[in-house]
């Protein structure tokens, strides 16, 4: 059972430049989130999801795009890269709003 | 709207020691309340969790109630091992119709042998 799987693992990009981080989990969990998390400011929520084709902001959305085509994944663009947006960004899973959450292990992502 | 606040780190104990973490929230209707733990590098896990009122989460040793009255989900274990040294946070979700989780920022603890 592999659960709620990131990738990549690290992530060196230069300023501008886009890329997608990769979510997938196998628990057929309709919740899917994205945070990010910061020396000092815990958790932070990007963007997130209450099933496929529906997506909303969260707390810190500027700069980064979603989409919900499958229950499975949920992949995070990042647009322009930007060093502010240098950052361990953990995707989770959850099957109802009153449940547990399952994380992946996080992509480091480090913008020059 | 919901908030969860716990006590600041870092928590350095020695081995054998009793832990105590506060959290408190604030929340309308009946949240779920848990404790994830992090260890470095990783992801955060679930530690252990409450559903309702006078709920006790246990697992690994470690205990947390839920205090309706209070407020409150305290987690404590009696006696921690260095194996223990981990990012612990309360967060709480099911709220008042909110799809979003609230986290507290997380508290450190270092267990020295």
């Known amino acids: 059972n592999a659960g709620v799987t990131q990738t990549p693992k690290f992530q060196v990009l230069k300023t501008g430049q886009s890329m997608t981080l990769q979510c997938a989990q196998d628990?057929?969990?309709?919740?899917m989130s994205w945070y990010r998390q910061d020396p000092g400011m815990g958790l932070r929520l990007i963007h997130y999801?209450?099933?496929?084709?529906?997506?909303d902001q969260g707390e810190v959305p500027n700069g980064y795009n979603v989409s919900r085509s499958t229950t499975e994944d949920f992949p995070l663009r990042l647009l322009s890269a930007a060093p502010s947006q240098t950052s361990v960004y953990f995707c989770?899973?959850?099957?109802?709003?009153?449940?547990?959450?399952?994380f992946g292990d996080g992509t480091r992502l480090s913008i020059l | 709207g919901n908030s969860v606040t716990q006590m600041e780190g870092p928590v350095t104990l020695s081995e054998e020691a009793f832990l105590t973490i506060n959290c408190t929230y604030t929340?309308?209707?009946?949240?779920?309340l848990f404790w994830y733990v992090q260890y470095p590098g990783e992801g955060l896990q679930l530690l252990l969790k409450?559903?309702?009122?006078?709920d006790k989460g246990s697992n690994k040793g470690f205990e947390a109630t839920y205090r309706k009255e209070t407020t409150s989900f305290h987690l404590e274990k009696g006696s921690v091992q260095v194996s223990d040294s981990a990012v612990y946070f309360c967060?709480?979700?099911?709220?008042?119709?909110?799809?979003?989780?609230?986290f507290g920022r997380g508290t450190s603890l270092i267990v020295h042998p």
């Open positions: 989770a899973s959850r099957q109802r709003d009153n449940q547990p959450q399952h």
């Open positions: 628990m057929n969990h309709e919740y």
């Open positions: 999801s209450v099933g496929a084709g529906i997506t």
């Open positions: 929340a309308t209707g009946y949240p779920s």
């Open positions: 409450a559903t309702k009122a006078d």
């Open positions: 967060a709480l979700s099911g709220s008042g119709g909110s799809y979003i989780p609230t």
